[in-house]
């Protein structure tokens, strides 16, 4: 039996701007990313998904 030990690639998101003004489809968006407060951040795997989950908000959130 084989264990598969790649190491998965991901991405540290940062929530640096408010939601306050913000389209209800951002901070749901936002809140599917898993970011609450301002400067919370979130570790998530780097998949099409998530990337253009990142994509949609980017003007609100920093990538490391």
């Known amino acids: 039996?084989?264990?598969?030990t790649k190491k998965q690639k991901t991405i540290?998101?940062?929530?640096?701007?408010?939601?306050?003004?913000?389209?209800?489809?951002?901070?749901?968006?936002v809140r599917g990313l898993?970011?609450?407060k301002l400067n919370s951040f979130s570790i998530l795997a780097d998949t099409p998904e998530?990337?253009?989950?990142?994509?949609k908000v980017d003007y609100l959130i920093k990538c490391d």
């Open 1 to 4: 039996m084989m264990v598969n």
């Open 12 to 29: 540290k998101v940062t929530l640096v701007k408010s939601l306050i003004g913000t389209k209800q489809s951002h901070r749901a968006t």
């Open 34 to 36: 898993g970011l609450r």
């Open 50 to 55: 998530t990337r253009g989950m990142i994509h």
